[in-house]
């Protein structure tokens, strides 16, 4: 059985612990997007209509990540990423008082992991369950939003 590692004696024991990240189970898959903004936004206040546009003519690459409870980014050993390019023009159409932006929906699959560290001392528990969320195989899309940020705002969807 698996039991609590306190920061103290991951110094002083003499096990040869190696770090392992495995899933929770079967790592309890589900479906979840990340919502990117893509443009700037734009404020239509005078003129009866205005676009915002994106022409996406290069690449980008959305990785694995994991997440603990607390927000903290913690880093696996491998990356488990996905690049995309398009030579598409998205443009969404804004009447006067509106304002928006162009925002991108990538699915992903999300998985439950955790830290473990093994020795010649056994398996102790480290960390809690963390959160891996990698890109999945159905392609994204491009959206017209009238909530937005600022460029390069990202938020997950858990669907």
Request: with cysteine.
């Amino acid at each position: 059985m698996a039991t609590s590692l306190t920061s103290e004696k991951r110094q002083t024991d003499q096990c040869g612990w190696n770090d392992i990240i495995a899933l929770v189970g079967n790592g309890n898959p589900r479906r979840s997007n990340l919502h990117k903004q893509v443009t700037e936004v734009i404020e239509c206040a005078k003129a009866e209509s205005c676009e915002v546009g994106h022409e996406s003519i290069k690449s980008f690459t959305i990785g694995a990540s994991i997440t603990a409870g607390d927000g903290e980014f913690a880093t696996l050993g491998f990356d488990v990423s996905e690049t995309r390019s398009t030579g598409e023009t998205y443009t969404c159409v804004f009447v006067k008082g509106q304002k928006g932006c162009v925002k991108y929906l990538m699915p992903h699959i999300s998985y439950d992991a955790q830290h473990w560290l093994e020795g010649s001392c056994g398996l102790e528990f480290a960390d809690p369950v963390y959160t891996i969320r990698a890109p999945s195989s159905k392609e994204g899309h491009f959206y017209c939003w009238d909530d937005c940020g600022y460029m390069g705002d990202e938020n997950w969807e858990e669907v």
